[in-house]
């Protein structure tokens, strides 16, 4: 097994705790509304704490896909929230799991920046390059900017 980091940071125009609730907190009911691919998160175990299993369904073309995702640390203090996506169809053949550890800390004019450390964990000898990376950087920035954009329309959420 091999093992691919990569970090970085997001920023956003809203208040920590703000995307917190949003991306953390309410994510299960959030999403599926924000996001036309997901069409569902549910909790198949726990109720939001660590060990918490949330299984999303997603839309992929006319295929319908689900990724396991575990809570392994939340602290609605720090702004920590650390998961792991650890099985389902929507997990590629090549990985065992991916691993993402997050902490929102306070940006300027009151933002926030999202600060991301993903690990991807291949299977056997498997690879993961560069534009894997890339593309995936994408994903996750694009949807911290859908949620932000969500909350900057809605300032009473």
Do not use: W
């Not at 996001?35 to 992929?60: A, C, R, V, W």
């Not at 550890?101 to 000898?125: A, C, W």
Request: net charge negative.
């Amino acid at each position: 097994m091999g093992v691919v980091t990569q970090e970085y940071g997001t920023p956003a125009a809203v208040p920590p705790a703000r995307l917190f609730k949003a991306m953390t907190l309410d994510f299960h009911n959030l999403f599926p509304k924000l996001i036309d691919p997901i069409q569902s998160i549910e909790f198949t175990q726990g109720t939001g704490g660590p060990g918490t299993i949330k299984k999303m369904t997603i839309l992929e073309g006319n295929e319908s896909k689900y990724v396991l995702h575990r809570v392994d640390e939340i602290d609605e203090a720090t702004f920590v929230y650390n998961f792991s996506i650890i099985g389902g169809t929507g997990l590629s053949d090549t990985l065992e799991k991916v691993t993402f550890e997050s902490k929102l800390e306070e940006g300027p004019n009151g933002g926030t920046i999202r600060n991301v450390r993903v690990q991807y964990f291949t299977k056997d000898d498997a690879s993961f390059g560069e534009k894997d990376l890339i593309a995936n950087r994408a994903k996750v920035e694009g949807l911290v900017k859908i949620v932000e954009g969500f909350l900057l329309t809605n300032p009473d959420y």
